[in-house]
């Protein structure tokens, strides 16, 4: 298998295979019925689309040359920090701009850049992702680790990442992330009060892990 920095030409293979994967199992898409019937979401695909060419997502191609796994990956700058009123559901959002708020809302929650005054500048996982036929091969193993890998050479102190579930969060764990904070999905509440994701055991917050590359 090959790792190489994903471009703009990669985008559409990139998406496919997120169709397959990320698209229908990660637990906020399914608790709010974010996919149209086609398995798609456009929002979300040019979301994906806006990370593949930044420099820093990598994907993994197998020796048949098909897309085995991807993380997208970005710069995350101080005054990136998204303001309280991102982290707000308001009246007619969309299911797309409810999924933002809640990832907003919890980095303001566990804001790595007032845990870490002296940092200006690290590195955020958007996206990982594994084809289904590729589970447990190790794919999203290699990706981590050639992200700090490329963090390292771009001189990004820190690794950042989001964990919308128990799975992603038992994963950061693994690859030695620490557990910055969270918001239990019981307590982000819409403006009717009522909890905004309901997705099912055991997925019960959505957190922030980091990677200080300083010390390890």
Known sequence: MRVAVATERDADAVVEMLKKSFFPL??????????????????????????????????????????AGVVLNTTLQRRDVPGPEDAEVRDGASKFDKILAVNHAVERAADVFAARPDLDRVLDIKILATDPARGRQGVATTLVERTVELARARGLPLVRCVCSGAYSARAAARCGFTRLGGIPYDQFLGADG???????????????WTLDLQSC
């Open 194 to 208: 009522a909890p905004v994701f309901r997705p099912p055991p055991p997925h019960t917050e959505i957190s922030v």
């Open 26 to 67: 990660e637990p906020l898409n399914a608790s709010i019925g974010l996919l149209e019937a086609d398995g798609g979401c456009p929002a979300l695909e040019q979301y994906c689309r806006a990370a593949v060419p930044s420099g820093l997502s990598l994907c993994l191609w197998d020796a048949e040359g098909a897309l």
